[in-house]
Antibody
Framework: QVQLQESGPRLVKPSETLSLTCTVS?????????WNWIRQPPGRGLEWIGY???????NYNPSLKSRVTISADTSKNQFSLILTSVTPADTAVYFC??????????????WGRGTLVTVSS | SYVLTQPPSVSVAPGKTATITCGGN??????VRWYQQKPGQAPVLVIY???DRPSGIPERFSGSNSGNTATLTISRVEAGDEADYYC????????????FGTGTTVTVL
């Protein structure tokens, strides 16, 4: 059974860097699927942040592109999110998710439980 | 950037049919997915490829997509269907990314 688990600091100060890790079990980050980060501010909708492919190629939401980096550590079977220069507007539940299916019809078939990150001094 | 617009809320009596729309420019040319999200939980895929259901999703959930509107229909609504629902597409324009709809809260009366 494939599972995703987010981990990282729950509280980040404004202007600092948010860093989260998603640990994959039951699948490999080196498999030919895309691994994503998605967030949801409290009481609001879903926003796709970006993905990484097993080859290392990445794609980011244009609205966040200047502040986002997604990377993968195949030895630990993890992929990570770094979001720089955070503000309270970055307060959200952050989900990691797997994309499955054929381009461009792919979909998010597996999600982590999500972790709430609060940006506050 | 590409925008998908959904009604903020839909109310439906048990046993009736709930219809949730998702409007986007030429959305009929894109493959639409639908996710169900209950409070405090991660979203769950209920429809992909416009109208296909993953295993384990009841036949009561169906989807369609034509023109500028995709539709999720929930037949014979049950109390357990109360949740937020989001449509989603892949935007193949210059932005190249996943786009979610604004979300619809389904309330079972």
């Amino acid at each position: 059974q494939v599972q995703l688990q987010e981990s990282g600091p729950r509280l980040v100060k404004p202007s600092e860097t948010l860093s989260l890790t998603c640990t994959v079990s039951g699948d490999s980050v080196s498999s030919s699927v895309y691994w994503n980060w998605i967030r949801q501010p409290p009481g609001r909708g879903l926003e796709w942040i970006g993905y990484i492919f097993y080859s290392g190629s990445t794609n980011y939401n244009p609205s966040l592109k200047s502040r986002v980096t997604i990377s993968a550590d195949t030895s630990k079977n993890q992929f990570s999110l770094i979001l720089t220069s955070v503000t309270p507007a970055d307060t959200a539940v952050y989900f990691c998710a797997r994309t499955y299916g054929d381009f461009p019809y792919w979909y998010f078939d597996l999600w982590g439980r999500g972790t709430l990150v609060t940006v506050s001094s | 950037s590409y925008v998908l617009t959904q009604p903020p809320s839909v109310s439906v009596a048990p046993g009736k049919t709930a219809t949730i729309t998702c409007g986007g420019n030429n959305s009929g040319r894109k493959s639409v997915r639908w996710y169900q999200q209950k409070p405090g939980q991660a979203p769950v895929l209920v429809i992909y490829y416009d109208s296909d259901r993953p295993s384990g999703i009841p036949e009561r959930f169906s989807g369609s997509n034509s023109g500028n509107t995709a539709t999720l229909t929930i037949s014979r609504v049950e109390a357990g269907d109360e949740a937020d629902y989001y449509c989603q597409v892949w935007d193949s324009t210059s932005d190249h990314g996943f786009v979610f709809g604004t979300g619809t809260t389904v309330t079972v009366l």
